[in-house]
């Protein structure tokens, strides 16, 4: 199973991108998708969550200007970022708990990390 993420990139503050991961190898099905952002010198945090049947959670910090979405079929997962802040800068991780075989365990799989890096 893999992870891919991509769509990061250098966006002026108050701009707007959208990150996506797309899941591949073998899957049974995915439980939560979610991202995770990590910037310099700070721990990794959870950004947003969606689970399956679409419910989301957010960090507090990011409230009303960050929008997470999935298309189930594509086992793909969207980041969508509005009014970007310096505080935004970071590596963006995505990652599945998912299902490699009937009633097998969950397993936690990660991307690789896209950068978001928010200056003028």
């Known amino acids: 199973v893999q992870l891919q993420a991509c769509g990061g990139g250098l966006v002026q503050p108050g701009g707007s991108l959208r990150l996506s991961c797309i899941a591949s190898g073998s899957i049974f099905s995915i439980n939560f998708m979610g991202w995770y952002r990590q910037a310099p010198g700070k721990q990794r945090e959870l950004v947003a969550r969606?689970?399956?049947?679409?419910?989301?959670n957010f960090a507090d910090s990011v409230k009303g200007r960050f929008n997470i979405s999935r298309d189930n079929a594509k086992n793909t997962v969207y980041l969508q970022i509005y009014s970007l802040k310096a505080e935004d800068t970071a590596v963006y991780y995505c990652n599945a708990d998912l299902f490699t075989v009937v009633h097998g365990p969950e397993l936690r799989y990660w991307g690789q990390g896209t950068l978001v890096t928010v200056s003028s």
């Open positions: 969606i689970s399956s049947d679409g419910s989301t």
